[in-house]
């Protein structure tokens, strides 16, 4: 008899997936359609990363994350500490792969070398493009000792690897995964390079005295 | 980079902690974190360095959203089916 997925405690989904035969057919089976649901959620919802497959492609990619999860999961159940419902952590095993499929589909042959090069010219033109008019003169000056300051750290302080990191992803807003499989990392090393980033930017700011109440109200409240 | 952006972006620099956890950690810990959620307990007070990376790194935010429906549909009702999802997929 199969259960329903939903109908298993935390214990029964462990005991059917460690054992043999057909209660682990079944939990294998029930398992793969939960993953598979969490793949075609999120898929539901990025769809707009999707532009270049037809609907059969997507489906099959959605497929093929549930079957890449599900081999995740199972090399991974030991880690499983019982401090949620097995379904819940189950489907992050998902979730993280159709996530890194939608963001690499979206950003198929595009170049990041371009996108991670310091271009001071759209860094200018940023800081450009955000003078806006009806401000009061003195507050508009600091805005720009703010901005001038951040662009300061950036260009001086920073490493090359964090400059280039940050410029693709803060600036451009390349996803994380893809800047991983850019550089052949893995999340926690570009995570540590854009935490390192804030950090010198942070003291950077505070050092010239911009402290965070007053900076953040400069910025704030201004619709 | 607009203002709504670059303000956004500034709060980050300024909740820098010196330690955060890393993505790694955030995996393992954020379906406790949405367990506490769904349980109506006060999870970002209970686990405020998890709470901290989830609102510093756009892609563990991506995934947590995504469990946080699906640990709600699991808990109220109301998971859309795999055939209802494959056809709202066009």
Redesign the interface.
């Known amino acids: 008899m199969t259960l329903m997925s939903n109908a298993r405690t935390n214990e029964e989904w462990l005991v059917d997936l460690r054992a043999s035969g057909e209660s682990q057919d079944a939990a294998i089976a029930d398992l793969r359609g939960l993953l598979l649901r969490a793949a075609l959620y999120f898929f539901s919802r990025n769809l707009g990363d999707f532009g270049g497959l037809n609907r059969d492609e997507i489906l099959q990619r959605a497929e093929d994350c549930a079957q890449d999860a599900l081999i995740a999961l199972m090399n991974h159940l030991e880690d499983f500490r019982g401090d949620s419902k097995f379904t819940t952590w189950a489907y992050k095993f998902a979730i993280n792969i159709a996530l890194m499929t939608a963001r690499q589909e979206r950003w198929k042959g595009v170049s990041l070398d371009e996108l991670s090069i310091s271009n001071e010219g759209a860094f200018f033109e940023w800081t450009l493009q955000d003078k806006s008019d009806g401000i009061a003169p003195d507050r508009s000056a600091l805005q720009n000792e703010v901005r001038e300051t951040v662009q300061d750290v950036i260009e001086h302080d920073l490493t090359d690897k964090q400059r280039r990191v940050l410029i693709m992803m803060v600036f451009n807003e390349v996803p994380m995964d893809e800047v991983v499989r850019h550089l052949g990392v893995n999340r926690n090393a570009i995570y540590k390079m854009l935490h390192d980033a804030r950090r010198k930017l942070k003291s950077g700011l505070q050092a010239r005295g911009f402290e965070v109440g007053e900076t953040l109200a400069l910025f704030s409240s201004q619709g | 980079?607009?203002?709504e952006r670059?303000?956004a972006?500034?709060?980050?620099?300024?909740e820098?902690q010196?330690v955060?956890i890393?993505?790694?950690e955030c995996?393992?810990l954020?379906?406790?974190f949405?367990?506490l959620e769904?349980s109506g307990e006060n999870a970002a007070a209970k686990m405020p360095q998890l709470k901290q990376h989830l609102d510093?790194?756009?892609?563990c935010r991506?995934?947590y959203e995504?469990?946080r429906?699906?640990?709600r549909f699991?808990n109220e009702g109301g998971?859309?089916?795999?055939d209802d999802?494959?056809s709202?997929?066009?």
């Open positions: 980079m607009n203002r670059f303000d972006w500034l709060r980050n620099i300024y820098t010196d955060e890393s993505c790694t995996f393992d954020v379906s406790h949405v367990e769904a510093q790194c756009r892609a991506d995934e995504t469990l429906d699906l640990a699991e998971a859309p089916s795999i999802l494959r709202s997929i066009r």
